[in-house]
């Protein structure tokens, strides 16, 4: 079974630009979160979507945004860069553990440098 | 204040050492404990999670989860240099697919 995949993994980009990321979950895998690493903050919870509906939102400014497809891909963009918004994004593809839980399978990331 | 707050390391240790890596969280409404491991350039995988208080073993590797005192630990036994890492806890309330994450503790383990 293919893993969570990430395009594109290393970016960079200037202040002031917008840039878009881009995540395919596992096959079958209907909800997808994002999450942002840093290495002050650590990993913070951005959004999750499920059935292209937005279920969940993190605490961060409306510059960051996302949306999911039919096919539960998802995109987050990121508007109006800013130097702070340097981190890597991870996407999480949730799948069914037979509980309340679902087990989050993380992708490889999306390096993103803003100079 | 994180919801979660992890002994932030480095850790250093000689293969075949016991490691010990701690949590602990505020927030009583929280009843599923995971830990991730994260290699370089890599996202983190899931090692363990538990639900609600208990012990949890797979291999070399016992979560332990205390919620009268709101402490989660990780255990390995028997260190190898792969294990070397970040490892990262992660707290979830249920039905919440939003996880809480520690900043992680870098583990390295010296051959």
């Known amino acids: 079974k293919a893993g969570v995949t990430q395009t594109p993994r290393y970016l960079i980009k200037t202040r002031g630009q917008q840039v878009t990321l881009s995540c395919s979950p596992i096959s079958g895998h209907r909800s997808v979160s994002w999450y942002q690493q840093t290495p002050g903050q650590g990993l913070q919870f951005l959004f999750e979507y499920f059935s292209e509906t937005q279920r969940n939102k993190g605490n961060f400014p409306g510059r960051f945004s996302g949306r999911q497809f039919s096919n539960s891909r998802s995109e987050m963009n990121v508007s109006t860069l800013e130097l702070g918004d340097s981190a890597l994004y991870l996407c999480a593809s949730l799948g069914l553990a037979g509980s309340s839980y679902n087990e989050q399978f993380f992708g490889p990331g999306t390096r993103l440098t803003v100079l | 204040q994180k919801e979660v707050e992890q002994d932030p390391g480095p850790l250093s240790v000689p293969e075949g050492a016991i490691v010990s890596l701690n949590c602990t969280y505020s927030n009583s409404a929280f009843q599923y404990f995971m830990w991730y491991r994260q290699y370089s350039r890599k996202g983190p995988e899931l090692l363990m999670y538990?639900?609600?208080?208990g012990n949890k073993e797979d291999g070399r590797f016992t979560a332990q989860v205390d919620k009268s005192s709101k402490y989660i630990s990780l255990f390995i036994r028997d260190s190898q240099p792969s294990d070397s890492a970040t490892y990262l806890c992660?707290?979830?309330?249920?039905?919440?697919?939003?996880?809480?994450f520690g900043t992680g503790t870098r583990l390295t383990v010296i051959p």
């Open positions: 992660a707290i979830a309330k249920t039905g919440a697919n939003n996880l809480f």
């Open positions: 538990t639900y609600s208080s």
